[in-house]
């Protein structure tokens, strides 16, 4: 089994910053794509950037520019620092890892208000 353990969401006013935190642990042999998703309300869940074993990230195009996925080299552990966050970044936040099929973290808060 697989299991992401995430932390670090929470309120933020507009133009803040907030860094989430992801480890991948359990029957994990060797390094995997991972990825941040996340959900707003009444939406569906969208990706918002990933990034390979090998370093190599792509990202939504709504946060270019304002959001970084890094990865500790070596382990299955990621991040993904947000600046100037906005108020429509607001949702709950997945971890990701994919390993022959997805496995899910149990998702954070985001939440961007004034």
């Known amino acids: 089994q697989v299991q992401l353990v995430e932390s670090g969401g929470g309120l933020v006013q507009p133009g803040g910053s907030l860094t989430l935190s992801c480890a991948a642990s359990?029957?994990?042999?060797?390094?995997?794509?991972m990825g941040w998703y996340r959900q707003a309300p009444g939406k569906q869940r969208e990706l918002v950037a990933r990034i390979t074993g090998l370093g190599n990230t792509n990202y939504a195009d709504s946060v270019k520019g304002r959001f970084t996925i890094s990865r500790t080299n070596g382990k299955n552990t990621v991040y993904l620092q947000m600046n100037s966050l906005k108020l429509e970044d607001t949702a709950v936040y997945y971890c990701n890892v994919e390993i022959r099929r997805d496995y899910w973290g149990q998702g954070t808060q985001v939440t961007v208000s004034a």
């Open positions: 359990g029957s994990i042999f060797g390094i995997y794509p």
